[in-house]
């Protein structure tokens, strides 16, 4: 019954936003054609998706093909949401100005009609996030950006000044079609020459066999003094119906069993010291903890044998787990990696002047470097992408981080 009322609501939206939609193009075009071909473009998305999302096997998980469904819908549905704020700002003006001429004294003039103007502009304004989308879904994925930072502690060992580490997260491999463009992002990679490689979960959406294709492009990852990983929520296999427990159990140990083919140390509610000169730092590695998620982690676990005046570098793939444990622990973790939001994938980022996506109602710590009491957590965008196809304004991240002795 709740999946029938999700549906009448899912509906009842868009027919809202194509009415407006449609009603901004009849008043700038009296175009037969550009009307139909509106229509059709339209009623061939919805139905797209619809039916790829009532036949898709969902014992395979969400599979590009799914994907592509949801982007194709996204990109039709989403800019017309421009059109409606804008044209029902111009409805409330409309209805004013005829409960005025209805209180006025003579005759009350009718309702205004629609301005052309006005639907001009909400159709200008809509093309840009519509070419946005489409941007997205070609070439915004593939847009790899190199995030480096500088942070400065005063108790990091001195043998560690000028230490780099580089962070990827969220590969999600089951989400890939383009090899070459995930190979000249894996080089990429690699031409940071960072001491050390941190991977923080997600290597897979569902299934194991996502990552059989790629196995042999991510093994090429390099980093001088070693490579360490923990899991995402998606790798325990989750977000799919599996025929029997043991299945799930199975997939499971051969989405562990990845880490060690690629070449990365699985740490699993775990540390290892990193030595460096006589001197060394602790790093832990969690199960995955998130808030309204999977909360295997065991942060307790991963600290037995480390001491509270080392200096620690903490991964775990939820943010919320830093906002809600983390931060607060009296061991005082000095840098926390982080990924899993993905920053939701779409949003507007200027350097400097504005950093905005609808994540950032979800979680406190959703893109990005945060601090708080001398205590740090980077919130990697993500390597890959799931759900929707495609990135829009939000890319694909590779995180550098140097540190430095005060």
């Known amino acids: ?87 029902f700002g111009e409805d409330i003006y409309r209805w004013i100005a005829k409960a005025i001429s209805a209180l006025s004294p003579g005759e009350t003039q009718p309702l205004p009609s629609r301005r052309k103007f006005i639907a001009q502009l909400a159709l200008g304004i809509a093309a840009i996030p519509f070419a946005g989308f489409i941007y997205g879904i070609i070439q ?56 050390l490689m941190l991977f923080t979960g997600d290597i897979v959406n569902n299934k194991a066999d996502e990552m059989d294709n790629w196995i042999a492009v991510f093994d090429k990852l390099e980093a001088k003094e070693g490579k360490y990983s923990i899991l995402g929520n998606h790798d325990y296999g ?38 460096k000169d006589g001197q060394k730092i602790a790093l832990l590695g969690v199960e995955n903890w998130g808030k309204g998620f999977n909360q295997a982690g065991d942060l307790e676990r991963a600290a037995k044998g480390v001491n509270k005046d080392d200096f620690k570098i903490l991964m775990t793939h939820d943010p919320s787990h830093w906002e809600y444990k983390v931060k607060e622990d009296p061991f005082h973790y000095h840098l926390t990696l982080s990924g899993h939001t993905h920053g939701l994938q779409m949003g507007i980022e200027i350097p400097g002047w504005l950093k905005w996506s609808p994540s950032q109602f979800v979680y ?43």
Do not use: C
């Not at 993500?382 to 196809?389: D, E, M």
């Open 238 to 275: 989750d977000y799919m119906d599996w025929k029997n427990p043991q299945d799930k159990i199975d997939n499971f140990q051969a989405v562990k069993d990845i880490h060690k083919k690629i070449g990365f140390d699985l740490l699993l509610d775990d540390h290892r010291y990193l030595e």
């Open 364 to 406: 406190k710590q959703w893109a990005g470097l945060y601090e708080e009491a001398g205590k740090f957590i980077n919130v990697n965008r993500g390597f890959g992408y799931h759900a929707f196809p495609g990135r829009v304004g939000i890319w694909p991240e590779i995180t550098v981080i140097e540190l430095k002795k005060a």
């Open 1 to 87: 019954m709740r999946w029938i009322i999700r549906l009448v609501i899912l509906l009842a939206v868009i027919f809202l936003l194509e009415f407006y939609a449609f009603q901004a193009l009849k008043t700038v075009s009296k175009s037969k054609v550009l009307k139909y071909l509106w229509i059709f473009i339209s009623l061939a998305a919805y139905l797209n998706f619809f039916y790829v999302a009532i036949t898709y096997d969902r014992g395979q998980g969400q599979t590009p093909q799914f994907q592509m469904a949801m982007g194709i819908m996204l990109t039709v549905l989403i800019p017309k949401i421009v059109i409606l704020l804008i044209l």
């Open 140 to 195: 915004g994925k593939y847009n790899y950006k190199v995030l480096k930072y500088q942070l400065t502690f005063t108790d990091l060992p001195e043998a560690f000044d000028g230490y780099t580490i580089t962070q990827i997260s969220d590969i999600h491999s089951g989400s890939f079609t383009n090899k070459e463009k995930i190979q000249y992002g894996v080089d990429l990679i690699n031409q940071q020459k960072s001491d």
